[in-house]
């Protein structure tokens, strides 16, 4: 007669082994799949990252020589925006003294994808078609002047209240034509931006929020209509800096890559 204690635990070792055969592996743990590393793919398909996970190689701050480290840090494989906490800001909320953190290589024709998350409240973006020259002659705050692919706690910043404003947005100027489904405060989202020519798109967690083209009548509108409006030179399409913003806010981005087209 077989012992009921031995055949338990004969049981339980064989299910423990089965489950150990099946476990289905997440993409994290599959090999090239880790934050801020590309696949044998990617690589093929030309993409380059722009943030290696461990330093600040390759960016600096606008209209700074170097990265301003007293608005952005390395932390655990992400870059993280350091809180300004109370300071001077200006009356769009942004730091009086800020600095956002621009790539020292421009961007022509791009595809360029990231992770974010936000805390509690917190507005961010990551901004395109940036002139560090124009925006340092129009905003000594060190802040860049560009297209920007809105980063936002929509139910807690009061920006969430305006369509164009939201996450995913083109700030200020083009919604979100469809419900964004941003992922919960302090979970990853991941987004997409498509730049060619006088098109763009964005992107949000697979799902493709918006497209514009400049110099067609509906975006001349929205120019005209937005804050930008006494900026002539903005709607321009140029060679530009791709900036992570500094609106005061911890926000953290990882898995930055971008690829011409």
């Given at each position: 007669m077989i012992n009921a204690r031995w055949w338990l635990l004969a049981l339980a070792a064989y299910g423990s082994g089965l489950g150990a055969q099946?476990?289905?592996?997440?993409?994290?743990e599959s090999p090239g799949a880790r934050p801020n590393e590309l696949t044998a793919a990617e690589r093929a398909a030309g993409w380059r990252l722009l943030f290696d996970g461990r330093t600040l190689a390759g960016w600096r701050g606008l209209g700074y020589d170097s990265v301003p480290t007293a608005h952005w840090q390395v932390d655990a494989g992400t870059i993280k925006k350091i809180a300004s906490g109370n300071v001077p800001?200006?009356?769009?909320?942004?730091?009086?003294h800020g600095g956002d953190l621009m790539t020292v290589d421009t961007f022509d024709d791009f595809e360029l994808t990231w992770e974010w998350k936000v805390t509690p409240g917190a507005n961010s973006g990551l901004k395109y078609n940036v002139s560090e020259e124009l925006s340092v002659k129009e905003a000594p705050n060190h802040a860049a002047l560009g297209f920007e692919y809105q980063i936002l706690d929509d139910d807690r910043h009061v920006d969430g209240k305006l369509a164009t404003h939201r996450a995913g947005a083109l700030y200020d100027l083009v919604a979100p034509t469809r419900p964004t489904h941003v992922h919960p405060v302090g979970e990853w989202n991941q987004s997409k931006l498509v730049f060619r020519g006088k098109h763009g798109e964005h992107w949000l967690n697979g799902e493709k929020l918006l497209e514009?083209?400049?110099g067609t009548a509906r975006m001349d509108s929205c120019l005209a209509k937005s804050k930008y409006r006494s900026l002539p030179w903005f709607g321009e399409?140029?060679?530009?800096?791709?900036?992570?913003?500094?609106?005061?806010?911890?926000?953290?981005?990882?898995n930055i890559k971008a690829r011409d087209l």
């Open positions: 099946t476990r289905t592996v997440t993409s994290s800001k200006l009356p769009d909320g942004q730091p009086l514009f083209d400049l399409r140029r060679r530009g800096h791709l900036i992570l913003q500094d609106h005061g806010d911890e926000v953290y981005f990882r």
